[in-house]
């Protein structure tokens, strides 16, 4: 069974950093692209980053460009978020995904993804 752990959130001040981590068990993630999502409260479900399989090629939304990076240890099964220069509007649960079959991963659609974990909140705050 395909499964997720997100974790790492937590409460921290604006211009902050944090690393999620996501942790995949029931498949190798040697030849799957992971994706990064977030959701606030109220607010639709939207692509953070995206990682590939093949060539490590990464792809990031415009509001965390410069700011976060995603990173891969196929040796450890896991998939990393660094975040940094955090702002309040980062506050979000923070969840990582893989791409349904045939589906182009690198629009960040959340659609476009399954096998969902359960996530892990990120809080940006004074």
């Known amino acids: 069974q395909v499964q997720f752990v997100e974790s790492g959130g937590g409460l921290v001040q604006p211009g902050g950093s944090l690393r999620l981590s996501c942790a995949a068990s029931?498949?190798?993630?040697?030849?799957?692209?992971i994706g990064w999502f977030r959701q606030a409260p109220g607010k639709e479900r939207e692509g953070v980053s995206c990682i590939s399989s093949s060539d490590g090629s990464t792809y990031y939304a415009d509001s965390v460009k410069g700011r976060f990076t995603i990173s891969r240890d196929n040796a450890k099964n896991t998939v990393y978020l660094q975040m940094n220069s955090l702002k309040p509007e980062d506050t979000a649960c923070y969840y990582c995904?893989?791409?349904?079959?045939?589906?182009?991963?690198?629009?960040?659609?959340?659609?476009?993804?399954?096998?969902w974990g359960q996530g892990t909140q990120v809080t940006v705050s004074s």
């Open positions: 995904a893989a791409p349904r079959l045939y589906r182009d991963y690198r629009l960040l659609r959340a659609a476009d993804f399954g096998s």
């Open positions: 029931g498949f190798t993630l040697d030849y799957v692209a």
